[in-house]
């Protein structure tokens, strides 16, 4: 049964540049979770989807963040413009709805470098 | 205040020590609790899921929740450095089980 797959696993990019990154969930989850984690801040949730609708976006840091989910088995999230502090690596997962908290099932992330 | 806290490590033990791990929550309201271990360049994977307090035992791993100390333990028997890796926390509410809030993590050593 396949994970949840994201790419690119590694991008290199210099600022100002648009970044886009890109998640197929587990096929039969109906909620997409965008993170990014870094040392310093650790795993933080960016904004997440149910039945592809975004439901909290709270965590999405500004302007320049962008998420959107076409459909159930595609989400993307852009950064335009990329800028030096967005360096991270950023995990999307994807859970079963139902009663109670789902566990989340997390791809092995993207590797973004701004240069 | 962060709502989850936890050691960062990192921790460094000898193959087959017993390794406790912790996590310290603020909301009463937590309920779920899980563990995750997430080993270098990869995704965090579910460990361990437990409901409300209590104990929960897979083979070398034990979940403990004490809801009335809000403390989360997780306890490796018989470590091996396979189990080398950064384990987080993490817990939600029944208001809203959707979004987990994490520990940032503590990284464990085993060495041989």
């Known amino acids: 049964d396949a994970g949840v797959i994201q790419s690119p696993r590694h991008e290199v990019t210099e600022m100002g540049q648009e970044v886009t990154l890109r998640c197929k969930p587990i096929?039969?989850?109906?909620?997409l979770f965008w993170y990014r984690q870094t040392m310093m801040r650790g795993l933080e949730l960016l904004i997440y989807?149910?039945?592809?609708?975004?439901?909290?976006d709270s965590g999405m840091p500004e302007d320049r963040f962008s998420a959107k989910m076409p459909n159930a088995s595609f989400s993307t999230l852009k950064i335009q413009p990329s800028e030096p502090r967005d360096s991270a690596v950023y995990f999307c997962?994807?859970?079963?709805?139902?009663?109670?908290?789902?566990?989340?099932?997390f791809g092995d992330g993207t590797r973004l470098s701004i240069l | 205040q962060k709502e989850v806290e936890q050691d960062p490590g990192p921790l460094s033990v000898p193959e087959g020590a017993i390794v406790s791990l912790n996590c310290t929550y603020s909301?009463?309201?937590?309920?779920?609790f899980m563990w995750y271990r997430q080993y270098s360049r990869k995704g965090p994977e579910l460990l361990m899921y437990?409901?409300?307090?209590g104990n929960k035992e897979d083979g070398r791993f034990t979940a403990q929740v004490d809801k009335s100390s809000k403390y989360i333990s997780l306890f490796i028997r018989d470590s091996q450095p396979s189990d080398s890796a950064t384990y987080l926390c993490?817990?939600?509410?029944?208001?809203?089980?959707?979004?987990?809030?994490f520990g940032t993590g503590t990284r464990l050593q085993v060495f041989p």
């Open positions: 437990t409901y409300s307090s």
């Open positions: 993490a817990m939600s509410a029944p208001y809203n089980t959707d979004k987990l809030i």
């Open positions: 989807f149910n039945n592809n609708v975004p439901i909290d």
């Open positions: 096929s039969g989850h109906n909620s």
């Open positions: 909301n009463s309201a937590f309920q779920y």
């Open positions: 997962a994807s859970s079963l709805g139902g009663s109670g908290a789902q566990p989340q099932h």
